[in-house]
Structures are given as C-alpha cells and as structure tokens.
T-cell receptor
C-alpha cells in the first residue's frame, strides 16, 4: 500500500528552535510538494520539486525556511529560527512523473511553536 | 493568491440528502480536481475533470465543469455520515502545481 509518509506527526517547540520535517514520497513519484495549512490562510504551497530540483519556492519565507531533497526518497523542510506564527499543519504531497497532476498527500506534521 | 473560491464555506445536511459544492476560478485551466480532507488527515484525491470535459461521474460523485463561467460543482448524492469532511477544489493550469480553494466544510447528520 504505497503512501506518502511524514515525520514527526506532531512537534511542539519553543520560539527560536530549529524544526526539521521529513517526507518520504511514494516510490516512483518525481514531484514533491510542501504545503502549509492554517485556518486563516487555508492551504498554501510553499515549495515544489521535480526530479529533486526545486522548481518553485516562491511561497516560502526565504529568511527562515529551506526545503531540500537529499535523495529521491527524502524531502526535508526546515525552519530556523521558528516563530509562533509558523504554527500550522505542514503537508507533503507527491505526484506521478507523467499524466494529470494528481497529488498524493501525507498525513501532515502538526507544528506548534510556543 | 487563491485560484479557487468555493461556496458555501459550510454546509450541513441530513443523511440521505444530496450535497452540492461550487468552485470558481480565475485563469484558464488544464484540469480541475476535487479533494476531500477528513479532520486531522491529509487530502485525498476524489476526481479529476479535464478542461474539455463537461461532466464526470464516480460512484456517488458527480462533477461538472463550465469553462465559459470558470466554475465547477461537486454533487454528492445520497450522503452518508462518513461523507462529513472538508472538500477542496484545485486547479491545474499546466504550471506543474495545483492551486487550492479555501474549501467547503460538509457535515452530514445521521
């Protein structure tokens, strides 16, 4: 049963700390997306990769956020330093290399910054 | 900026009734997709309709697309309590990414 996995599922941290979220896309998927979901803003695209190369990270605050794909099985999203306004659910999604742009979402990481 | 605008924002119906949600968008699209999100979970793809299609069915789901009005609707027939969730439309404008609407929260009362 292929699915996107994300770790950790929940993270509580204090302001100023570094946060790293990890995502394992579905094997064979070559596009990976990072989203942030809040009640106020809804679902926002932060960054996306194709074949491990970043294609668009315009939705990401560059001063504190960074996204990478060290290899095809791992995508990371880092926040350093974290702030209370970063509290949200962060989703990773992956997509097939060809065909319609259907996305498969992971269960999300719920981040709380105190 | 959001591409899709959905209405209503919230919908409450009785089990067995039909639920209709609408989505409007701004730019030309390659396809439009609907996703469901159960509380505390990730989004799940429901159905995709291409820009050259007008209607599509999948089980109890019926999706329509009117590209002249830049709008789509999702109809869930004979709703069940298990259909309680948030529903999102997402547009694909062939940029490689999807733009999601704010979603409609559906509550189906048993």
């Amino acid at each position: 049963d292929a699915r996107v996995t994300q770790t950790p599922r929940h993270k509580v941290t204090e302001m100023g700390q570094e946060v790293t979220m990890r995502c394992q896309p579905i094997l064979g998927h070559n596009t990976v997306f990072w989203y942030r979901q809040t009640m106020m803003q809804g679902l926002e695209l932060l960054a996306y990769f194709r074949n491990r190369a970043p294609l668009d990270d315009s939705g990401m605050p560059k001063d504190r956020f960074s996204a990478e794909m060290p290899d095809a099985t791992l995508a990371t999203l880092k926040i350093q330093p974290s702030e209370p306004r970063d509290s949200a659910v962060y989703f990773c999604a992956s997509g097939l290399p060809a065909g319609p742009n259907e996305q498969f979402f992971g269960p999300g990481t719920r981040l709380t910054v105190l | 900026s959001q591409q899709g605008e959905e209405d209503p924002q919230a919908l409450s119906i009785q089990e067995g009734e039909n639920a209709t949600m609408n989505c409007s968008y701004k730019t030309s699209i390659n396809n439009l997709q609907w996703y469901r999100q159960n509380s505390g979970r990730g989004l799940v793809h429901l159905i995709l309709i291409r820009s050259n299609e007008r209607e599509k069915h999948s089980g109890r789901l019926r999706v329509t697309l009117d590209t002249s009005k830049k709008s789509s609707s999702l109809l869930i027939t004979a709703s069940r309590a298990a259909d309680t969730a948030s529903y999102f439309c997402a547009t694909d404008s062939n940029t490689g990414k999807l733009i999601f609407g704010q979603g409609t929260t559906l509550q189906v009362k048993p």
